[in-house]
């Protein structure tokens, strides 16, 4: 059999010859671009701040465990989707986001970069059935632009890593901003967006938004506003969320799937996006009523 | 040669070299290679000061810190939103060529998957982008002895899970 190192080269998916990126001269989106760095230093935005001689962990655990593996979590069983309370009243966006509005007067609790995020989402590998793979990961950033990531399980914490000082200016990673309209430009960047989003990309963008930064009255507020003139996004009821948290459900249907967003009753504030499959997708041993992915955020 | 002449340079040289690293990383879904990309050339070019005589493996490293950052955001997702393939919220970002299910090398995919990422990053390192050993330590900002080490070792942990493949399913024999 032929050498590890053999092989290996042998499955190269992209070849310095092949047709996907293969050498020769560049093309026309590539000239453009080195004409822009070249000529248009004033006008470029200061787009990334690095320190190089971090060497950056390798963010790859969380690859790790979605993609499974021998050494992954192991599969536990899948945490039901979230039940609307019978009876219950919902609450229109627009309340919220007046409340929301009022709650965020005093401009406190203030924005906070950084997470506490509690995940759930179906890991799929060919041939098995998928897992529900929990996470629980906890980004803290210090004064001096260095943060720290926590993942934790079952209350241990299983990988720590500290990485050093970092900047840039690129949504999710810049500061949000408290606007609607800003917020809207701001999510948009996120999604790496050209045009305006779909309820679907802007929800998927909120998520993003909240991996990263702990809002604060303010820019929840905003977020309400902005969520309150989503398309298709229509009350359904009171919900108590994985945490244990009281919630109002917002939900958008899609073809084969359901998206909701929980939000909190008395501030206004995301706590959670949970995505539901509604059809069978045999093809990938899921049924419907399967949660495809949730997540939860608190403080 | 100015700076800025020699980063034009080492761009017009090593654009696809780095193009076809980041498209390696990222299964060839080609609007975010492009995205990573254009992101090691900006990055880069700030840091033009700096490049070295021999700018790839110095590009590999930057390219490196970029995909970790992009990773982190978006990998999980679009994973599993990828995999859904018709889900309306992949946008477009579908896998666009990624290596053919049925080549021969996909059964080697699936052993450098099953080792840990360190691992995988200096056999591709070696393997794919054909980098000698001390341009490994560029790469993975490391001395040349450790470089040595993580090969050999991750050698022998691929050997391994291609043997363990190859047991189970015959295959590669």
Redesign the interface.
């Known amino acids: 059999?032929a050498d590890?190192?053999e092989?290996?080269?042998?499955?190269?998916?992209?070849?310095?010859d092949g047709?996907?990126?293969?050498?020769?001269p560049?093309d026309h989106?590539?000239e453009r671009?080195?004409n822009r760095?070249?000529h248009d230093r004033r006008s470029r935005r200061c787009?990334?701040?690095?320190s190089?001689?971090?060497?950056?962990?390798?963010?790859?655990?969380?690859?790790?465990l979605?993609?499974g593996?021998?050494?992954s979590t192991p599969a536990v069983a899948a945490p039901r989707a979230l039940v609307v309370q019978a009876h219950s009243t919902p609450v229109s966006l627009k309340q919220l986001a007046a409340l929301a509005a009022a709650v965020a007067a005093d401009g406190t609790p203030a924005l906070r970069r950084g997470t506490h995020v509690q995940s759930w989402?179906?890991?799929?590998s060919d041939g098995k059935p998928p897992v529900t793979v929990p996470e629980e990961r906890i980004v803290r950033w210090n004064a001096d632009d260095s943060h720290t990531e926590r993942d934790i399980e079952d209350g241990r914490v299983l990988k720590e890593t500290t990485f050093p000082p970092s900047w840039?200016d690129v949504p999710?990673d810049a500061r949000p901003p408290h606007d609607v309209a800003g917020l809207r430009a701001y999510l948009q960047e996120t999604a790496?967006?050209k045009t305006p989003l779909?309820t679907?990309?802007l929800l998927?963008a909120v998520?993003?938004l909240l991996?990263?930064w702990t809002l604060g009255a303010r820019e929840s507020a905003a977020l309400a506003r902005l969520l309150a003139g989503a398309d298709g996004l229509r009350p359904v009821g009171e919900v108590t969320d994985r945490l244990g948290r009281h919630g109002q459900a917002y939900v958008y249907q899609?073809?084969?799937?359901r998206l909701m967003l929980i939000m909190d009753p008395a501030t206004g504030a995301v706590l959670g996006l949970e995505n539901t499959f509604t059809k069978d997708?045999p093809e990938?041993g899921v049924k419907a009523g399967d949660v495809?992915?949730y997540s939860a955020w608190t403080r | 040669m100015s700076n800025d002449e020699n980063f034009a340079a080492a761009y017009r040289e090593h654009y696809w070299a780095v193009s076809r690293y980041v498209a390696r990383r990222l299964d060839g879904r080609s609007s975010e290679v492009e995205e990573v990309v254009a992101e090691v050339f900006t990055v880069a070019w700030r840091r033009r000061a700096d490049l070295p005589a021999a700018p790839l493996p110095w590009l590999y490293g930057v390219a490196r810190n970029c995909l970790a950052n992009a990773v982190r955001g978006y990998g999980r997702r679009r994973r599993l939103v990828d995999r859904l393939g018709n889900d309306e919220s992949a946008h477009g970002r579908q896998v666009a060529a990624g290596p053919d299910a049925e080549a021969p090398g996909s059964w080697v995919h699936d052993a450098l998957a099953r080792l840990s990422p360190a691992d995988q990053e200096v056999l591709r390192l070696t393997a794919w982008e054909e980098l000698g050993v001390e341009e490994v330590a560029v790469v993975l900002g490391c001395g040349v002895r450790a470089a040595a080490m993580r090969l050999h070792r991750a050698r022998r942990r691929l050997r391994a899970e291609i043997d363990r493949l190859a047991v189970l399913g015959g295959a590669g024999r």
């Open positions: 059999m590890e190192l092989l290996l080269r042998s499955a190269n998916p992209f070849t310095s047709p996907l990126y293969g050498d020769g560049l989106h590539a671009r080195l760095l070249l787009r990334l701040l690095w190089l001689a971090a060497t950056v962990a390798v963010a790859a655990t969380v690859l790790t979605v993609l593996g021998p050494s989402s179906l890991g799929m840039s999710p790496y967006s779909t679907p990309e998927s998520g993003e991996d990263h899609r073809s084969a799937s997708q990938y495809m992915e």
